[in-house]
């Protein structure tokens, strides 16, 4: 049995290999995923996999040949 979740954009899906993870957050991080899970239509779980999943694309990205990353790095 997998753990199943909506997304607007996707449709139901089932995950098959989801990792619990718990963590403290300060209270103002805790209310702005509240808030934009809401606004989002997300659950707060969603929210976090998804601004995660962002976070992962945009540093691969910096991390390609020729991104603006590679300028800072050169001497």
Sequence with gaps: MGI???SKQRGWR???SCSQVHIR???EVKD????SARRNERTQNGEFVFHLRRAME???ASDQ???NSDA???E
């Design 25 to 27: 957050l300060p209270a």
């Design 4 to 6: 199943y979740w909506i």
């Design 65 to 67: 040949p020729g991104s």
């Design 32 to 35: 702005w995923i509240e808030n």
């Design 58 to 60: 945009k540093e691969r």
């Design 72 to 74: 800072s790095h050169a």
């Design 14 to 16: 089932m995950s098959r």
